[in-house]
């Protein structure tokens, strides 16, 4: 395909793959990125990065980066802060706002203060909770620096965990030496990408067992979409509202998305921000493309966009 709608044609490197957990969708990310880049009619690399990725990025000399990673270190600020000294243009956020929003604990301090509801909790060193609990059951920890559910626990009463937690029983406890500790919040989930300074749309998410986990939400079959989500137009209009406000409080570029846990039987007061994702999938499951799909953008366009962005 030729070079639609007149743009200039650039050398774009995309970014993927790296050594998180959550390489694998990173590389589906990637992959559709990078043939999406092909198709708008720019000269396109896929790269898998490596510890030598500096080095690959110095020979390849791209106009720009289209950062398609996934946790740390892509999502964290590091791979940011190694692209601003390079010189070299990259997508989404930039260094300092990815250093905040992976950290829940740090967004948090940045956001509440602006009126964004967030739920309460602490962080906790693991070994703690093998002799109690740090908050009345149930409750939620997770990783203070990880994305997409991974390393998320419930904690209930009638769980399998123990009381207190058993130092043998699987879980983030025995992966990571703290952990963010968070009320539980009943009801449902609801998410809402932002892209440049337009919140898209709110997608309800139905996970078919269990909660929102990582394989619920990258597993085909395991939740439903519900894009736009049932819900009262006070609602939908609250989610639209908060998400476009973290991402212009945190800084972001081009594109995010927040995730919310919204108790029904407390109405606008139960909708609750729980985090924001600065580098959003792009796989054929993920929420920003289907969100996009909604306002009428095809995915090649929202890559377009959020390149555009960059430059």
Known sequence: MGNPKGRKQVKVVVLMGGWSAERE???????????????????????????????RLA????DVVFNALHGTPGEDGSVQGMLDLMGIRYTHSGLATSVIA???????????PHGIRMP????????SLY??????????????????????????????????????????????????????????????????DRALAVT??????????????????LTEHICPANIPEAIAQACLDMALKAHRVLGCKGTSRSDFRWDDEKGVEGL????????????PLSLVPEQARHIGMGYDELVGAILEDAR
């Open 131 to 196: 002799l109690g609990d740090p908050l009345p059951r149930p409750y939620v920890l997770k990783p203070v620096n990880e994305g997409s559910s991974v390393g998320v626990a419930i904690v209930t009463a009638q769980g399998n965990y123990g009381d207190p937690i058993g130092r043998d029983v699987a879980g983030p406890w025995q992966e990571f030496d703290e952990l963010l500790a968070e009320p539980f919040i009943r009801g449902r989930e609801l998410t809402t990408a932002v892209l440049g």
């Open 25 to 55: 969708v990173s590389l589906v990310t990637g992959k559709g990125v990078a043939e999406a880049c092909e198709r708008l009619g720019h000269e396109t690399v896929a790269l898998d990065m490596d510890r030598n990725v500096a080095t």
């Open 272 to 283: 609750y921000l729980l985090e924001v994702n600065t580098q959003p999938g792009m796989t």
């Open 204 to 221: 309800e998410l139905k996970p078919k067992s269990g909660f929102y986990d990582y394989d619920s939400k990258y597993t085909d079959g």
């Open 102 to 112: 992976i950290d829940k604990q740090l967004s948090k301090q940045a956001l509440v």
């Open 120 to 127: 309460g909790g602490h962080v906790v060193k693991s070994e």
């Open 59 to 62: 020979e390849l000399k791209p």
